[in-house]
């Protein structure tokens, strides 16, 4: 039997890192179902969704922990949660810069009863304008039942000049 488990890694990076995790982790006989790998500032971090065979699980989590000891490593079970009746939608919200504009994306789909698969923020300075643009990328299940364009609506009010468009 298969066991499905999220490790979250976070420490400093080192050249060929997530090469050297994936084929260790194929060694042990596990394989990435799923990963989101960062480099950033010298600071390495990744989230990976790992399939292995359950008597090898916890044979993988030490060899990890043991081989790379400058990590960290945090082990989490898969919570797979249905979502049968759900469709993922892949938006980009443009909008000028100020402060709080995550806090207030992440309320209004709180307010919604939705929840970011994934969020990917950008500012980019405009120097004709003389101001930043926000961007957010995101992926987000929403129910069969609610239109797009009642998500774009509720993330419009969030600024000024916001622009949805929907990948």
């Not at 504009?101 to 994934?118: Q, R």
């Amino acid at each position: 039997m298969k066991s499905v488990f999220i490790a979250t890694i976070i420490g400093e990076d080192k050249p060929y890192i997530t090469q050297s995790l994936a084929e260790t982790t194929r060694r042990m006989g596990g394989e990435w179902m799923k990963s989101k790998v960062s480099h950033l500032g010298g600071r390495f971090s990744a989230l990976m969704e790992i399939r292995v065979d359950e008597k090898d699980e916890q044979k993988l989590k030490d060899k990890l922990e043991s081989l790379y000891s400058e990590l960290t490593f945090f082990f989490s079970p898969l919570h797979v949660e249905s979502k049968e009746d759900m469709e993922i939608v892949n938006l980009v919200l443009d909008c000028n810069d100020r402060s709080g504009l995550t806090h207030d994306i992440v309320e209004v789909l709180s307010e919604l009863d939705l929840e970011a698969d994934e969020m990917e923020v950008r500012r980019f300075p405009v120097t004709p304008v003389g101001g930043t643009v926000y961007s957010a990328k995101l992926s987000v299940h929403i129910p069969n039942t609610m239109m797009r364009a009642e998500l774009a609506k509720n993330l419009e009010e969030i600024s000024d000049c916001t622009r949805i468009t929907f990948e």
